[in-house]
């Protein structure tokens, strides 16, 4: 008997919801959110997720504005940016795509990017913020893995979470997020031995390596609930997740699919955290 395919679909339309309600109100009071996004990459999948964004962001009455400085920009080309906008009573919300330069470094630049504004969670203070329960913006497909699993009404508290991957994206903050709900947390990454022995005694695994199909059936403990954040382009231009999600759907009680699962999720909570950002700072 196959596993409840978990769509993020659902939810990421109620929240767009919420965010254009939000949006409106904001406006008619003078104060239109902004997101600043910027961007210093020529990766193709990369502009393809900015393009949504933005999309996305008009749609939902926020105004998006997109800084490309060039796949070759210099270091303090992009900090100098990110401080110029984090002093712009204009901008309520900021994210620095990646990938980066060569020899530039997200947890480094980010710090550039002021708390109240890092919408994203990409600053090094967010996630220390995070790790000690103060207020912070998570990142958003880490805060998009929670809201999916309560979406579809998985019990957290008490239940055994295995998270592989360990980027400060998404495994350590969803980690700490999984924690905050009284979860028991396991984080596997490279250098952990014989993984398939750690996931296969997860009530909830979030995959989170980008490795295509890295989790397989005998990774996976039968009526576990697994939540694949991998987003793998393939050859002919479609994406798959880090979960071998056929076998994986047998074994489990729930699955989230990709795409379709936690990607919509996590841009509808990043333009929700943007008129959140633009609520407090107005």
Do not use: F
Not at 202 to 213: E, Q
Not at 216 to 242: F, W
Request: glycine share 8%; net charge negative; hydrophobic share 50%.
């Amino acid at each position: 008997m196959s596993g409840l395919i978990l769509s993020g679909r659902e939810l990421a339309a109620t929240i767009r919801a919420d965010t254009a309600e939000r949006a409106a109100a904001l406006t008619a009071a003078g104060t239109p959110p902004r997101l600043a996004v910027v961007v210093a990459t020529d990766d193709a999948s990369s502009a393809w997720y900015v393009r949504s964004i933005s999309t996305a962001a008009v749609k939902a009455g926020i105004v998006c504005k997109v800084l490309d400085l060039g796949a070759d920009a210099e270091v303090e080309t992009i900090r100098a940016t990110l401080a110029d906008l984090s002093a712009d009573n204009m901008v309520h919300g900021i994210v620095l795509q990646t990938p980066l330069p060569a020899g530039a470094r997200l947890e480094d630049l980010a710090g550039a990017i002021t708390v109240e504004k890092d919408v994203d969670g990409a600053n090094p203070l967010s996630l220390g913020r995070l790790a000690a329960g103060l207020p912070a913006y998570p990142p958003a497909t880490a805060a998009a893995v929670v809201a999916v699993l309560d979406h579809h009404e998985v019990e957290l508290a008490g239940r055994r979470a295995v998270v592989v991957g360990r980027s400060t994206v998404v495994g350590k903050p969803v980690a700490h997020l999984l924690l905050d709900r009284h979860a028991t947390v396991t984080v596997c990454h490279s250098r952990t031995p014989d993984l398939a022995a750690v996931t296969s005694t997860a009530d909830i695994l979030v995959a989170a390596a980008g490795r295509a199909g890295l989790v397989t059936a005998d990774h996976v403990k039968r009526g576990a609930v697994v939540v694949d954040v991998g987003t793998n382009p393939t050859e002919d231009g479609g994406l798959v997740g880090d979960v071998d999600a056929e076998p994986v759907a047998e074994q489990a009680a729930g699955l989230t699919p990709v795409p379709g699962g936690v990607g919509p999720v996590t841009t509808a909570l990043l333009l929700n955290h943007t008129v959140r950002a633009a609520s407090t700072l107005a």
